[in-house]
């Protein structure tokens, strides 16, 4: 280790200036740890406050030497009130965008009133005959049966007035035109004045479909004459073949009345209903009905 030369200038004070600083801390330590012998300060803690002073009261005797009583503050004996903490917990996460919704109060339905009885109409209609009728039929008469007819009441069909025939109080009659019926379904029919100031309830006639020819024209054997000619017709039930004639009776009610080489004309023999049947078109495939209807130039009428 180098020592310290004292020949230099500022050696020596370098040496002086470290000796005052050591003296100068050991002062320092020496009054932290030990102080220089005066008064020191201790610092106390807080004291509870003392209950409250009892004041002392002296009472004064006539006959002796006053005697002191010690009277105590009344607070001291005042109402303890306690009151819990009140406990309060965090609120809870919730969905800022779910709320709460109030259930819909269902609407009470008004009361439906009451409708009122019609009063039942003047006139009655008990019962019309017929009551079923096929279509396409001719004209009928229509005889309606009742209760408190009068002369001037009339029989309407589906609105439209005819004119009626007054029978007596319970009965009147009118002719029904064939345009009325001449397609399926329900007429109405009524009785009442033209003024509507009688008038009665309504009854129903109901028109059907009239029942049809099952059979197909096929084709025609026609002579010079045109007077025999034969028709070829096919039953559809049991595919036979049939040769018929002008004026012969097909499936037991369908008269032959008119053969030409496009249709065939039949009559209904009980409902006098025409029905015509067009010629098919021959098979092209091979065989009887296939083969185009010969036609005969002439032939002898005589047997």
Same mark, same amino acid.
């Given at each position: ?35 220089? %012998?005066?008064? @020191?300060?201790? +610092? &106390?803690? #807080? ?7 009892? $004041?002392?009261? /002296?009472? *004064? ?123 399926? %379904?329900?007429? @109405?029919?009524? +009785? &009442?004045? #033209? ?7 309504? $009854?129903?006639? /109901?028109? *059907? ?95």
């Amino acid at each position: 280790m180098e020592l310290v030369d004292l020949n230099k200038p500022g050696e020596k004070k370098k040496l002086i200036s470290a000796a005052i600083l050591g003296l100068a801390a050991i002062v320092v330590l020496w009054w932290v740890f030990f102080g220089f %012998g005066g008064s @020191t300060t201790t +610092v &106390r803690p #807080p004291q509870p406050s003392a209950s409250p002073s009892r $004041a002392t009261q /002296t009472t *004064a005797r006539p006959n002796g030497p006053a005697v002191s009583q010690e009277v105590q503050d009344a607070s001291t004996w005042a109402e303890v009130r306690w009151e819990s903490p009140s406990y309060s917990a965090s609120d809870a996460k919730r969905n800022i965008f779910s709320y709460y919704e109030p259930p819909v109060q269902p609407k009470s339905a008004p009361p439906t009133p009451v409708p009122s009885p019609s009063p039942p109409p003047p006139i009655l209609v008990a019962s019309v005959n017929p009551a079923n009728v096929y279509a396409r039929t001719s004209d009928f008469n229509l005889d309606v049966a009742g209760d408190k007819f009068t002369p001037a009441v009339r029989i309407f069909v589906d609105g439209r007035e005819l004119p009626t025939t007054y029978k007596s109080p319970q009965e009147v009659s009118a002719t029904i035109p064939a345009s009325f019926i001449a397609n399926p %379904g329900t007429r @109405t029919v009524s +009785v &009442r004045t #033209p003024d509507n100031t009688l008038f009665s309830n309504e $009854a129903s006639i /109901t028109v *059907a479909a009239p029942p049809t020819p099952n059979f197909t024209y096929m084709g025609i054997i026609s002579t010079q004459s045109r007077i025999a000619d034969t028709a070829l017709v096919q039953d559809r039930n049991n595919k036979n073949m049939l040769s018929v004639y002008k004026g012969d009776v097909i499936g037991g009610r369908f008269r032959v009345t008119s053969i030409a080489d496009k249709e065939l004309v039949l009559v209904d023999t009980t409902l006098k209903i025409k029905h015509t049947l067009a010629m098919t078109e021959p098979d092209k495939t091979p065989g009887a009905l296939g083969r185009p209807t010969p036609r005969v130039d002439s032939e002898d009428d005589e047997p």
